[in-house]
C-alpha cells in the first residue's frame, strides 16, 4: 500500500502569477498573511504579488522574518504576527525558507498544541488541515510548493528537523518562471542541483515505485538539459527548470530522500550552508557510496542525464557514467567540489551523528553506520 499527497490545484508557466487573484476570491478569501523573505522584498519580487492583491482591492499583511534555514524563532513570531492580524490564509512567496515557515505557521494556528514547533518533528499526524496556503516559488529547486515536508533550524540545539505531514500542502501552487528570473547565477545553481537531488534520492530510496519513478525519471531528464540554459538566465531555461523541480517534488514527497539530504541538513544546522550547495557538493559522492545497492538503475540516470550508449555498458560504467555526469553538471554551474571552506574536521563527528539520526535516512538505499558518514565528509575534506 502506498500513499500519494499533490496539490489540489496548481499554475505553470510565464504569468501564472495573475491567476492568484481568480483563485483568493473563488475561494472567499478575506485577508492573506504574506511571507517572504528581507531579501525578496528588498528586490521587489514580493512586489510581483502583493502589487496584484492591491489592484484587486485584496487585503494582506506582509511577514518577513525570515532565514535562509528558517529558525522556529522565524515560526513563533510568525504565529503571533498571523493571529494579531486577523488573516485566514497565507501566500508564501520564496525559496524553501519562504514556504517551510509559512507551512509551520499553518500547521500551528490550526493545530495549537504544537505551539512549541519541536513536537511537530517528524511524521507527526495533526488534527486539523493547515490555514490555506497559496505558494509561489521564486527558486527552482525545493519544489516545497508541492511537498509535504519542511524543515526549521533549531538553533539552540545546533539541528534541523524536518517534518512530514499531509496537512501542510499548499492548497494552490504558482510555478511562475518570471518569479525566478532575479535570481543569481550561484542560487540558481543551487538551487537546480537541490532539485537534481531531490530527483535521483527520490529514484534510489527505499520507497521508490512506479508512480514515483515517473516523475523522477523525468525530471532527471528535464533538469539535466536545463538548469546550465537557466544559470545562463534563459527564458526556456528558467520555464523548464520551473518545472523540473516541480516534477521532482511530486515524487520524492511521497516516498524520501536518503542521506544525500541528512547530511546536507547537518552542514545547513552547524554552518549555515545553503541548502543547495550542500546537496550539490555531497551528490556524487554518496551516489558512490550507495550504487552497489541500486540495482540497475544508475543506467537509467545516466540516460536520463543524457549520456550516450548506456545500453551496451556494463554496471560499472553506467554507474560510473551516472556520477561523472552529475559531477559534470555540477562543476559546469559553478558548484564547490569539495566541503574544505565549510567543515571544521573537529566536528565531524558531531556532523555525521546528526546526520544519522535524521528523518532522510532511513530511506537511503544502504544502510549507514556513523563511521560510514563520517568517512563520507572526510573524503570531501
Given at each position: 500500500m502506498a500513499r500519494f499527497v499533490l496539490n489540489e490545484t496548481s499554475y505553470h508557466g510565464s504569468g501564472a502569477i495573475q491567476e492568484i487573484v481568480t483563485e483568493v476570491k473563488t475561494r472567499g478569501f478575506k485577508k492573506a498573511f504574506v511571507c517572504s523573505d528581507p531579501d525578496l522584498v528588498k528586490f521587489n519580487v514580493t512586489s510581483k504579488v502583493t502589487d496584484l492583491l492591491k489592484g484587486a482591492g485584496l487585503d494582506f499583511e506582509l511577514y518577513s522574518n525570515i532565514k535562509p534555514n528558517p529558525t522556529i524563532e522565524n515560526v513563533q513570531t510568525g504565529v503571533a504576527a498571523?493571529?494579531?492580524?486577523?488573516?485566514?490564509?497565507?501566500?508564501?512567496?520564496?525559496?524553501?525558507?519562504?514556504?517551510?515557515?509559512?507551512?509551520?505557521?499553518?500547521?500551528?494556528?490550526?493545530?495549537?498544541?504544537?505551539?512549541?514547533?519541536?513536537?511537530?518533528?517528524?511524521?507527526?499526524?495533526?488534527?486539523?488541515?493547515?490555514?490555506?496556503?497559496?505558494?509561489?516559488?521564486?527558486?527552482?529547486?525545493?519544489?516545497?510548493?508541492?511537498?509535504?515536508?519542511?524543515?526549521?533550524?533549531?538553533?539552540?540545539?545546533?539541528?534541523?528537523?524536518?517534518?512530514?505531514?499531509?496537512?501542510?500542502?499548499?492548497?494552490?501552487?504558482?510555478?511562475?518562471?518570471?518569479?525566478?528570473?532575479?535570481?543569481?547565477?550561484?542560487?540558481?545553481?543551487?538551487?537546480?542541483?537541490?532539485?537534481?537531488?531531490?530527483?535521483?534520492?527520490?529514484?534510489?530510496?527505499?520507497?521508490?515505485?512506479?508512480?514515483?519513478?515517473?516523475?523522477?525519471?523525468?525530471?532527471?531528464?528535464?533538469?539535466?538539459?536545463?538548469?546550465?540554459?537557466?544559470?545562463?538566465?534563459?527564458?526556456?531555461?528558467?520555464?523548464?527548470?520551473?518545472?523540473?523541480?516541480?516534477?521532482?517534488?511530486?515524487?520524492?514527497?511521497?516516498?524520501?530522500?536518503?542521506?544525500?539530504?541528512?547530511?546536507?541538513?547537518?552542514?545547513?544546522?552547524?554552518?549555515?550552508?545553503?541548502?543547495?550547495?550542500?546537496?550539490?557538493?555531497?551528490?556524487?559522492?554518496?551516489?558512490?557510496?550507495?550504487?552497489?545497492?541500486?540495482?540497475?538503475?544508475?543506467?537509467?540516470?545516466?540516460?536520463?542525464?543524457?549520456v550516450p550508449g548506456t545500453e551496451s555498458m556494463s554496471e560499472a560504467e553506467y554507474r560510473k557514467a551516472a556520477i561523472d555526469a552529475v559531477r559534470k553538471l555540477s562543476a559546469d554551474v559553478g558548484i564547490p567540489a569539495d566541503l574544505k571552506e565549510i567543515v571544521k574536521p573537529e566536528e565531524v563527528h558531531a556532523l555525521a551523528e546528526s546526520a544519522l539520526a535524521d528523518a532522510c535516512t532511513p530511506g537511503n538505499p544502504k544502510d549507514p553506520t556513523v563511521e560510514d558518514i563520517e568517512q563520507l565528509y572526510r573524503s570531501l575534506l
Open positions: 498571523f493571529k494579531k492580524s486577523g488573516a485566514d490564509y497565507l501566500i508564501a512567496i520564496g525559496g524553501g525558507s519562504s514556504m517551510d515557515t509559512a507551512k509551520a505557521i499553518g500547521i500551528i494556528i490550526a493545530n495549537p498544541e504544537h505551539e512549541d514547533v519541536r513536537s511537530l518533528e517528524g511524521a507527526v499526524i495533526t488534527k486539523n488541515k493547515c490555514v490555506p496556503i497559496i505558494a509561489v516559488p521564486t527558486t527552482a529547486g525545493t519544489a516545497a510548493e508541492v511537498t509535504i515536508n519542511y524543515v526549521i533550524t533549531d538553533v539552540e540545539r545546533r539541528r534541523k528537523f524536518v517534518c512530514v505531514d499531509p496537512h501542510d500542502i499548499p492548497v494552490v501552487a504558482v510555478i511562475d518562471p518570471d518569479m525566478m528570473s532575479s535570481m543569481p547565477k550561484g542560487l540558481t545553481a543551487a538551487t537546480g542541483m537541490d532539485a537534481l537531488t531531490h530527483a535521483i534520492e527520490g529514484y534510489i530510496t527505499k520507497g521508490a515505485w512506479e508512480l514515483s519513478d515517473m516523475f523522477h525519471l523525468k525530471a532527471i531528464e528535464i533538469i539535466a538539459r536545463s538548469l546550465r540554459d537557466a544559470v545562463a538566465n534563459t527564458p526556456k531555461g528558467r520555464e523548464d527548470m520551473a518545472l523540473g523541480q516541480y516534477v521532482a517534488g511530486m515524487g520524492f514527497s511521497n516516498v524520501g530522500l536518503g542521506i544525500v539530504h541528512s547530511m546536507a541538513h547537518s552542514l545547513g544546522a552547524f554552518y549555515d550552508t545553503p541548502h543547495g550547495v550542500a546537496n550539490a557538493i555531497l551528490l556524487p559522492t554518496v551516489m558512490e557510496y550507495n550504487a552497489p545497492a541500486t540495482g540497475s538503475k544508475y543506467r537509467d540516470i545516466a540516460k536520463a542525464m543524457g
